[in-house]
């Protein structure tokens, strides 16, 4: 079993997510009392998000990478960066080590393909909706992404940080999203992405009348197949 090096803590809400989703396919997959070799370096969200805000891409690559080469002497044998639009650096991140990185946007893209969907919204951050740095990794793999006007992107941003990443589940910002993803789908939508790793503490299956890629679930059990082979 390889050790997986979790970069996690933006925000800490979903890499909680990814510890327990990661365990239990462990133990599901091995039996008994097996659980994941794995390691955590939990970033100060705060810190990050100020990055972002700012647009400074670059500390905020220097911090990750830190973070990635803290995991690699702590003998993680690869990385799983919990989080879809820091992502943005994940280049940046990968040349700073010498171990591999399992990348979101690929994993996803191939739960995407297995469908047979070619066409799917994209919910995000605004950083993540709006920049190129995603969408152009699920098109270079033959998916196009449709991302919500712009009004719909500000109310899924809002949500993020003002309410999930706080660990706040709102009713009525559920019925947001819903209305959202409906007319994604009235617009061409065959699946909808949940490209952001605290949408999935939100919304689920049931919520949506497409399919539903939820990018924490399928990252964290990459994580596991890749730990496994």
């Known amino acids: 079993m390889k050790t997986i090096g979790l970069i996690g803590g933006m925000s800490w809400e979903s890499t909680v997510e990814y510890y327990r989703i ?3 396919e462990v133990k599901a997959r091995l039996g008994g ?3 994941a070799k794995c390691v955590i370096y939990s970033l100060d969200f705060d810190e990050i998000e100020c990055y972002q805000k700012t647009n400074d891409w670059e500390k905020a690559a220097e911090k990750l990478t830190d973070a990635a080469a803290s995991l690699e002497r702590a003998g ?8 879809n639009t820091m992502h943005k650096v994940a280049e940046k991140v990968l040349a700073g080590v010498g171990i591999p990185l399992l990348h979101i946007a690929d994993a996803t893209a191939e739960e995407i393909l297995a469908k047979k969907l070619r066409t799917v919204g994209l919910l995000g951050t605004k950083y993540t909706m709006e920049q190129e740095f995603y969408k152009s990794r699920l098109e270079d793999k033959g998916i196009q992404p449709i991302v919500p006007g712009a009004s719909a992107r500000t109310i899924i941003h809002q949500v993020i940080y003002k309410e999930l990443c706080l660990g706040r589940i709102v009713e009525e910002s559920r019925d947001q999203f819903k209305r959202i993803m409906d007319d994604l789908v009235k617009r061409g939508a065959e699946g909808i992405i949940l490209g952001c790793t605290e949408i999935g503490l939100l919304i689920k299956q049931e919520d949506s009348r497409v399919p539903v890629f939820d990018t924490t679930s399928i990252h964290a059990i990459k994580a596991v197949e890749y730990s496994l082979k």
């Open 33 to 35: 009392l097996h659980s």
């Open 76 to 83: 993680a044998d690869f990385l799983v960066l919990c989080t």
């Open 22 to 24: 990661i365990n239990k």
